[in-house]
């Protein structure tokens, strides 16, 4: 599976978004995962929908065919050592934690991440990513 799903394509995915339908399902022929906080980020949304019910089963739905990546030790270790590396150069890091976890998610597994916000992770060393906006 080379992509990692971030949060943003998976809302617009889960909200019907042409674009995001188009790209994900053409993904998901070479396999898509998201990670743990993109979960806790989607189901976050589900809490705040007007029909609980209703968006639970739409992205229980979704992860009916994509793995959920969990936070473990290797990948915590990844992101302790992204974090050191983007402190010595001066670069934020307590301010994107999750975003930090994200990407040391994908590293660690040796995905693409996909994703809208580019410039959340383009200083993030060895990070591949792909951009279709």
Do not use: K
């Amino acid at each position: 599976m080379p992509y990692l799903i971030d949060t943003d394509w998976v809302i617009d995915y889960l909200a019907d978004a042409a674009d995001a339908l188009q790209l994900l399902e053409r993904l998901a022929e070479d396999g898509i995962a998201i990670s743990i906080i993109t979960y806790m980020e989607i189901y976050q949304g589900v809490d705040r929908s007007p029909n609980p019910a209703e968006a639970e089963a739409i992205l229980q739905s979704f992860l009916e065919a994509v793995p959920i990546l969990p936070f473990s030790l290797s990948v915590a270790r990844r992101c302790a050592h992204l974090r050191e590396e983007l402190r010595s150069r001066r670069r934020r890091v307590n301010q994107r934690a999750l975003d930090l976890i994200i990407a040391a998610t994908a590293l660690e597994h040796s995905l693409t991440l996909v994703t809208r916000n580019v410039e959340d992770y383009e200083d993030i060393p060895g990070v591949e990513l792909y951009s279709a906006s």
